[in-house]
């Protein structure tokens, strides 16, 4: 039994209860990200490797695989428009004839595999998948690597998990410690990549997943230092003199970077409605994309390839105007209706270009704060706003940076740009395609109400109960005759049956009566026909008895003491259930003013207001 209060008011006893719901099977599951996470680390640079060299090859005409930008030097524009293209067409080729789910960026379908496919990513997927990335941005395409690494370090999860016996949350957790892996290995940000992990792919936060996701991430960020280096990827010199106006500027800059990141999504989807009504397979498709890339190449070079070298000249401050107008309306459009066309690249890299230019542009009006201080908040921005991961955006911008100085206008631009995105439109870049699919994805996090109620707060107590040796003649009978506006009587359909002691013997349902009855076993005791029952207790939440419902395909429990299992003290039902949700309505939609300011009211001074008698005299 629990305490009572000061008022005498019980005290519910829910020492039973924890926090998060963990078990040993969760050092298990951390143990197996480890040599996962080296995969994903090695494929990482692997894919980094394979990028440079047929960058090298097609552009420069060189064995080295060292990255290097496409547009870094005056080309032949015919190399310049045909490279694209081919590209396109053997990612094409590779799709239709090796698998499709290599089209695309690569995190819908890392997205679509955990929700729909019970994490299982076919082995093909993890082989074509970086190949097919590698030609794309390595012959010009205006993508990043990451979106094929996470993909490709969580194929990797995946078919590991696969060998062994495990859950379909545990094969999830291992695809998302690959994917995690190989993020932290493309650009240093275990961080980021650990919040991405729960802000987009683990939908859920619990032990269980954190913990092996965060061992994964930590492995790869030691297993990169020495085979990719350890250092900061885009150096920012100088301090910052962030000022109250700066703070609010980065609003402003915000809102415009929620706006751009809308543009840039809405490009996406509809060069992605316009390739659908080429009256051409879907395989010629990245070709296409490919002339639209070539195309953007010969006005702007610069806007080929990851672009690493001119995200870092934007938030070095050493980018020139020209370039950044070039790049911010050159790399947007060529970015958005290529990927449209369904090649193989990612997001992240041109989401660090594009809004990296912006805020280039925005330095030219907005005061000086610090080298590349607003390419950093525009950067942030658009990256929160396309993926609605405004924290990962946040700590990516620092994490790529080091600026940690600049952890409070991040914070508000993010922020902003997150809620201009999420108000004007309904789903992002990476959850559009996947409800293109006809599948609903919501990415709201909340407590489960049914996990802050009780049985005993919406249990029934006045519970129609049977003795063993009652039969069932008599006790359907005692049915029929049940007052019919008791509206609990007439919905009650499983009975507790006590022994002669009046314990729980088990419990009968009104079917079973009926059908017995019907066979003619009519003078037959209860006690033949009792089944063991599933029981709950006043101090279960109703999530537990949701799950134990459905578990085992029934809609109603008998309620018993924790202490005294066989003393029957009412019923819970399905619908009860429904009481939390209903809580959880009432909060969201009810309104009501808790507090009132009392207002002084005016009121004359009657005691000298001069009365008809006085006036007169």
Known sequence: MGEQTASGKQIRDVGHLADFTATPRMLYIAALAVPIAALGTGAAWALSRLIGLITNL?????????????????????????????????VGVMARYGSEKIRGHGMPEAIEAILLGGSKVQPRVAALKPISAAVSIGTGGPFGAEGPIIMTGGALGSLLAQFLHLTADERKTLLVAGATAGMTATFNTPFAALLLAVELLLFEWRPRSFIPVAAAVSVAALLRAPIMGHGVLFPSPGTLHVTPLACLLCVVSGIASGLLAIVATTLVY???DGFRRLPVHWMWWPAIGGVIIGVGGLFVPQALGVGYDVIGAELDGSIGLGLVVGILVVKTLIWSLSLGSGTSGGVLAPMFMIGGALGALESHVFPTVGHGFWALIALAGVLGGVMRSPLTGVVFAIELTHRFDALLPLIIGASTAYAVSVLLLKRSVLTEKIARRGYHLSREYDVDPLEILFVSEVMRTDVHTFREEVTTGSALSGLSGYNPDDRGSRHQRLYPVQDAEGHLAGVVTRSALEMAVHTGSVDVPLSEFVIPPLVAHPDDTLRHIAMVMADNDIDRMPV??????????????????????????????DTERVFRIPLPTWRPDRRHTPTPDTAAA
Not at 63 to 72: H, N, S
Not at 74 to 80: I, Y
């Open 560 to 589: 018993v003491d924790r202490d005294a299992p066989d003393t029957i003290l009412g019923m819970v039902t399905l619908t009860m259930l429904l009481a939390g949700r209903v809580r959880d309505l009432s909060e969201a939609r």
């Open 270 to 272: 509809a060069s992605e």
């Open 58 to 90: 097609v552009f420069y005409q060189r064995i080295d695989t060292k990255l290097v930008a496409p547009g870094a030097i005056h080309h032949n524009p015919l190399l310049v428009l045909g490279a694209p293209i081919v590209g396109g067409l053997i």
